[in-house]
C-alpha cells in the first residue's frame, strides 16, 4: 500500500502557500476600496485552515525522499488540489461564478492555457483579474519544476534524456534540487519584472503590466480585457512576442546563462529548431495574407508575428480575428499548436524535442528499409538516443494524438459542434487558449458550453499539462499494488 | 545503375493484361450500339502495343527474382504508371475529362479509393461504368497480391511480422506463391459471384449489381449512380455491408477456409478486433443519432451499419441522410476510417492489426514506467512483437499523422476550406472514398475541387495504398546509389 503521508504532507504545504498567495489581490481590492477583498480573504482562510490541517496532520511521516509512486500521485494531486482551491475566490467572490465555470477557470489558469469562463473582464475588481494573473504564473512556476526535477525521473516522455542535466536518482535530489529551484524562481521572477516593465514603459497602465506579464511568461494567455491583446495592438505586441518566446525555450538554459554561460542556449538543438520553425510559419502565414489580401505589410507582418507565436509557445492571447484568416493560415496555427514549445518550459504540447527525435528515427527507419543490415544509432546533440527515450517519445506522441482524438470524441458527443469540438480538444490537451466555432462567445469566452464539454475539457487541460502519462500511469490497477 | 529491364518487362506484361481488360467495356458498349466503344478499342490498342513493345524490348533481362530495390520499383512504377493508361478511355470517352480528372478517377480506382470526380453518372454508357468498376476489382486484387508477397519482404510498416505466414525469401516464395495466388484469385472471383447474384436477386439491374459487387468486394466504392446506394435502400444496404465486410477481412484466412480449416479465420484476434471496434461505433452511432433526432430506429441503424461499413472498411459507398448527421458521427467515422480493416486484404488505411499493436505497446509504456525493472514484451496473437516490427509500425502510425497534416495544410493552400481539406486528405490517404465537408455537399463527388487539390488527393491516395514509406523511400538520393 502506497503511503499517502509525504504526499498529502505536501500538497497542504501548496494549499497554504496558495492561500497565503491570495493576500495580493486582496491587499489590492483592499486599497482600491472594492468589497470584492472579502471573498479573497474568505478564501484564504478555508485554505489556510485545510491545507494546514493536512500538513500538521500528516507531519509524522517525513522521511527522506518519495517513492516513484509518491511522485506521480504529488504531481497529478498537486494539480486537482490546486485548481479546486484557486477557483475558490472567483465562486465566493466577483464573477460569481458556478463550480463548474470557476474550476475550468482555475484548470486553466493553472495549465497555463488561457480558455476563459468569464465575458466582461474589463469590469471585473482588480483583484479577481489579478488572481487570474496569478494562477497563470504560479501554475507555470510549478511546471517549470515538474519538469526539471521530476518528469525526467518519472520517465515520462522520453524526458530521462535529460536526467543527466538534472539529477541521476531520488536519492541525491533534494539539496540541488534547491539550488535549482531557488534559481529557477529568481529567474522567473526577473523575467516577469522586465516583461511587465516593458509592458508599462511601451503604455500599458500599471496593473495591466502586471498582469499581462505574469500571463506572457508562463505562456498563458489570460487578458484583462475582453479584446485580449487587440486592446494594445502596436509595439505592445512585438514585446509580448519576445516574452512569450521566452518562456518557452528551456528554463535550464537560463540557469547556464545565469551563471554566465551563455554557449549552451546559444548552441541548444531545440532552441534553434523552435525558432526555425516560428519563422517559417510566420514568413508562410504573411507571404499568404499578402498575396491574398489588400493589407499593410507592416501590419500583416506584426500580426501574424504575434499570434502565430502566441499559438507555438501556447500561450493564447489573441490580436486578430483568427477564424477570419482564411483556411491555410488556419492549418498552420493548428499544427502549430500541435508542436509547443520546447521541454522544461512553461511552454505546452508535444514539445519540439519529441518532433526533433521522431523526426529522426523516421530518417533511420527509412534508411533501414534499403539497407537493412546497417546499424544506425539514433543521435541527438551528439548523444546516442537509447531505444526507452525513443520508445517513450514515440509512444507519447502516439498517445497524445490518441487522446486528443478521443477528446475530440467526447466533446461532439457532448453536444458540440465539429469543428467547436476539434478546436476546443486541440485547446485543452495543448493548453493553447482559443477554441473556434459558434458555440464560442464572440470575445472568444466558452461559457456557452454544456457543463460536460466544460469537464472533459478540464480532463483535457490537466492531461496535456501533465504530460499525459503521469496521469494514465495512476488510472492502471497495477499502479496500486505492491 | 540500376537496371531497369526487369521492372519494365513486368511492366510492359502488366500493361498488355491492362489492354486485354479494356475489352470487356468495349464489347459491352459495342453490343448495345453505343459508339462509345471505340474510345476502349483504341485504348487497348495503344496500351496493348506499348506494352507488347517494352516487354520485348526488355525481355533479355529478365531474371526470376527481385532485390528489395527493384520490389520498391516495381510497386511504384504500377502504382503510378498504370493509371496513366487507365485514364486513357475516359479521356477519349464520353465523359471527355481532361487529364488531371481522368488520372484522379483511374488512380481512386486502382488504389481502390473510390472518390469520383464524374457528376452524371447514371446517364453514363454502360461500358464506362462497367470499366470504372473493373479498375477498383484490379487494384484491388493487386494490393492483395502486393500486400501479401511484397510488402512483408519490403520491411514496410511492420509488415514483416507477416513475413512467416507468407514466404520467408523471393528465392523459396515462387512455387508456393503461384499455388496462394491461384486460390486468392479464385476466393476473389468466388466472393464478387456471390455479390453480384445477391444484387441481382435483389433488383439491382445487371450493370449495377456487377459493378457494386466488384466495388464492394474490392472495397473500392465506384458506383454506376450518382445517388450510390440510395437507389437500392433497405435489403441492399444490408448486403452491401455485409460483402463489403467480407472484402475487408484478410485473404489469407479464406484461402485456409477453402483448404478446409475455419478455425484460423474464426480465431483471429484482427478479425475479432475488426469486428468488436465496428460494432461499437455502429452501436454508439446509433444510439446517439436515435437520442437525438425523430428517426426510426430501423433507419438509424441501417443507415448506420451501411455507412459506417463502408467507411471503416474504406470502400465509400454512401447511403440515406448519414453523410450530413455531423455532431457525434464525423468524429467517430474520422478514428474509424483512418485506423481501417484488416491488413492482408484489399483495404487500406491504418489497419487493425496495427492498431492492437501500437495500443499494446502503449500499455507496454505506461506498464514500464511503474516498475522500470521488469522487462515484459510487446505480444501480439501470442507471438513477441520484435522490437524492429515495433519500432517501424509505431513509426508508421506517426508518419500517417504527420503525412495527414501535411497534406492537410498543402490542399488549404489550393483555396479549400479547412475541414474539406482534412477530410479530402483523409478519404484518399485511407483510400476511403467517403465525402464530407462544404465542398463534397453538392454533388457527393469531389469535382468541386481546384486541380492542384485532385493532384494532391492523387498523391495521397497512392502514398496511403503503398504504405507511405515505399513510395517515400525513392525520393532518397541513397535510394538511387550503389
Known amino acids: 500500500m502506497i503511503d499517502f503521508r509525504p504526499v498529502a504532507h505536501v500538497i497542504g504545504l501548496v494549499i497554504v502557500a496558495l492561500g497565503g498567495a491570495m493576500v495580493f489581490p486582496m491587499l489590492l481590492d483592499l486599497s482600491a476600496g472594492d468589497g470584492n477583498w472579502a471573498a479573497f480573504l474568505k478564501s484564504a482562510l478555508i485554505c489556510l485552515v485545510a491545507g494546514g490541517g493536512v500538513a500538521v496532520a500528516t507531519a509524522n511521516a517525513l522521511s527522506g525522499g518519495l517513492s516513484l509512486q509518491q511522485i506521480f500521485l504529488l504531481t497529478v494531486l498537486t494539480w486537482v488540489a490546486a485548481c479546486f482551491f484557486g477557483a475558490l475566490p472567483l465562486i465566493l467572490g466577483a464573477p460569481g461564478l458556478r463550480w463548474t465555470d470557476a474550476i475550468f477557470e482555475a484548470t486553466s489558469g493553472l495549465s497555463t492555457t488561457g480558455a476563459t469562463m468569464i465575458v466582461g473582464l474589463d469590469d471585473l475588481p482588480l483583484g479577481a483579474n489579478l488572481w487570474r494573473g496569478m494562477l497563470h504564473w504560479l501554475g507555470g512556476l510549478g511546471i517549470v519544476i515538474v519538469a526539471m526535477l521530476f518528469l525526467p525521473v518519472m520517465k515520462v516522455g522520453g524526458m530521462q534524456f535529460f536526467r543527466s542535466e538534472g539529477f541521476d536518482t531520488l536519492g541525491k535530489v533534494l539539496p540541488r534540487a534547491l539550488d535549482i529551484s531557488s534559481a529557477l524562481v529568481q529567474i522567473y521572477v526577473v523575467l516577469t519584472v522586465t516583461c511587465a516593465l516593458t509592458y508599462a514603459a511601451l503604455g500599458m497602465t500599471g496593473f495591466d503590466a502586471v498582469v499581462h506579464a505574469m500571463s506572457t511568461v508562463s505562456t498563458g494567455g489570460f487578458s484583462t480585457s475582453d479584446q485580449s491583446f487587440a486592446k494594445f495592438a502596436g509595439p505592445l505586441e512585438y514585446a509580448a512576442v519576445v516574452f512569450m518566446l521566452a518562456g518557452s525555450l528551456p528554463f535550464i538554459r537560463f540557469i547556464q546563462l545565469w551563471q554566465g554561460e551563455w554557449v549552451p542556449l546559444w548552441r541548444d538543438r531545440q532552441v534553434r529548431a523552435y525558432l526555425r520553425w516560428n519563422a517559417y510559419a510566420i514568413g508562410a502565414i504573411v507571404l499568404y495574407e499578402v498575396l491574398t489580401h489588400d493589407m499593410a505589410f507592416a501590419t500583416v507582418l506584426r500580426e501574424t508575428t504575434f499570434n502565430v507565436v502566441s499559438v507555438f509557445s501556447g500561450t493564447g492571447f489573441t490580436s486578430a480575428d483568427l477564424a477570419a484568416w482564411g483556411a491555410f493560415p488556419f492549418a498552420i496555427l493548428f499544427i502549430t499548436g500541435l508542436i509547443g514549445g520546447c521541454t522544461s518550459s512553461t511552454g505546452c504540447s508535444v514539445k519540439v524535442f519529441r518532433y526533433l527525435i521522431l523526426l529522426e528515427a523516421v530518417k533511420v527507419q527509412l ?116 | 545503375m540500376l537496371d531497369v529491364r526487369p521492372i519494365a518487362y513486368v511492366f510492359g506484361r502488366i ?19 453505343d459508339r462509345n466503344a ?47 493508361f487507365a485514364a486513357m478511355p475516359l479521356m477519349i470517352g464520353v465523359p471527355h475529362l481532361h487529364f488531371t480528372e481522368a488520372y484522379f478517377e483511374a488512380v481512386s480506382g486502382i488504389t481502390t479509393t473510390g472518390a469520383t470526380v464524374i457528376y452524371g453518372l447514371d446517364t453514363m454508357p454502360a461500358g464506362m461504368n462497367l470499366w470504372r468498376g473493373l479498375l477498383n476489382g484490379a487494384g484491388g486484387l493487386g494490393i492483395a497480391f502486393v500486400a501479401m508477397i511484397f510488402l512483408p519482404v519490403m520491411r514496410v510498416g511492420g509488415m514483416q511480422f ?43 439491374t445487371p450493370l449495377d449489381a456487377t459493378v457494386h459487387a466488384i466495388a464492394a468486394i474490392a472495397t473500392g466504392g465506384f458506383s454506376p449512380r450518382d445517388v450510390s446506394f440510395n437507389a437500392y435502400a433497405g435489403a441492399g444496404e444490408y448486403l452491401g455491408a455485409l460483402f463489403m465486410l467480407l472484402g475487408s477481412l484478410p485473404y489469407i484466412r479464406y484461402v485456409q477456409l477453402v483448404n478446409g480449416s475455419a478455425r484460423p479465420l474464426w480465431q483471429d484476434v484482427q478479425v475479432r478486433g475488426y469486428l468488436k471496434i465496428l460494432c461499437l461505433s455502429v452501436g454508439s452511432v446509433t444510439l446517439w443519432r436515435w437520442w437525438t433526432s425523430e428517426m426510426e430506429f430501423e433507419d438509424v441503424f441501417r443507415e448506420a451499419l451501411f455507412n459506417l461499413t463502408s467507411i471503416i472498411s474504406s470502400t465509400g459507398f454512401f447511403s440515406g441522410s448519414f453523410p450530413f448527421w455531423g455532431g457525434y458521427m464525423l468524429p467517430v467515422a474520422f478514428l474509424i476510417g483512418m485506423m481501417g480493416a484488416c491488413s492482408g ?16 505497446a502503449l500499455v507496454q509504456q505506461v506498464r514500464q514506467i511503474i516498475s522500470p525493472g521488469r522487462v515484459a514484451p510487446v505480444k501480439y496473437d501470442g507471438r513477441t512483437v520484435e522490437p524492429d516490427v515495433l519500432d517501424a509500425l509505431i513509426l508508421y502510425v506517426c508518419g500517417f499523422i504527420l503525412t495527414l497534416g501535411v497534406l492537410t495544410v498543402a490542399m488549404t493552400l489550393t483555396g479549400v476550406d479547412a475541414m474539406s481539406a482534412l477530410f479530402a486528405v483523409w478519404t484518399s490517404l485511407g483510400n476511403i472514398g467517403y465525402g464530407f465537408g462544404p465542398l463534397v455537399e453538392r454533388t457527393g463527388t469531389f469535382v468541386d475541387f481546384p486541380d492542384a487539390a485532385k493532384w494532391i488527393m492523387t498523391l495521397a491516395m497512392i502514398l496511403g495504398r503503398l504504405g507511405l514509406l515505399a513510395i517515400f523511400v525513392l525520393v532518397l538520393p541513397r535510394f538511387w546509389r550503389r
Open chain 2, 345 to 360: 486484404s484489399s483495404a487500406a488505411g491504418l489497419s487493425v492489426f496495427r492498431v492492437q499493436i501500437v495500443w499494446a
Open chain 1, 367 to 482: 534508411k533501414r528499409l534499403y539497407q537493412p543490415a546497417a546499424v544506425t544509432p539514433l543521435r541527438y546533440e551528439g548523444r546516442v538516443v537509447t531505444d526507452d527515450v525513443l520508445n517513450a517519445v514515440i509512444s507519447f506522441f502516439t498517445l497524445f494524438i490518441l487522446s486528443f482524438g478521443v477528446l475530440a470524441v467526447a466533446l461532439s458527443l457532448a453536444g458540440l459542434e465539429v469543428k467547436t469540438a476539434v478546436t476546443a480538444a486541440w485547446t485543452a490537451i495543448a493548453n493553447v487558449g482559443p477554441a473556434f466555432g459558434p458555440e464560442v462567445h464572440p470575445t472568444g469566452a466558452l461559457l456557452a458550453f454544456p457543463d460536460a464539454a466544460k469537464w472533459i475539457m478540464i480532463v483535457g487541460m490537466l492531461l496535456g499539462r501533465l504530460e499525459l502519462m503521469a496521469v494514465f500511469v495512476i488510472l492502471m490497477p497495477r499502479f496500486w499494488r505492491g
Open chain 2, 38 to 84: 471505340r474510345a476502349f478499342f483504341a485504348s487497348a490498342l495503344v496500351t496493348g502495343s506499348l506494352g507488347a513493345m517494352v516487354a520485348i524490348a526488355s525481355s533479355n533481362g529478365t531474371r526470376k527474382a527481385f532485390d528489395v530495390r527493384e520490389a520498391y520499383l516495381l510497386t511504384a512504377a504500377i502504382w503510378f504508371g498504370l493509371p496513366a
Open chain 2, 15 to 33: 500493361l498488355i493484361v491492362l489492354a486485354i481488360l479494356m475489352l470487356a467495356p468495349g464489347i459491352v458498349d459495342w453490343s448495345a450500339g
Open chain 2, 162 to 204: 507477416f513475413r512467416t505466414e507468407g514466404f520467408d525469401t523471393f528465392g523459396k516464395a515462387l512455387p508456393r506463391a503461384t499455388d496462394i495466388a491461384k486460390q486468392l484469385v479464385g476466393v476473389y472471383v468466388g466472393l464478387i459471384l456471390l455479390a453480384g447474384l445477391s444484387f441481382a436477386v435483389i433488383g439491382m
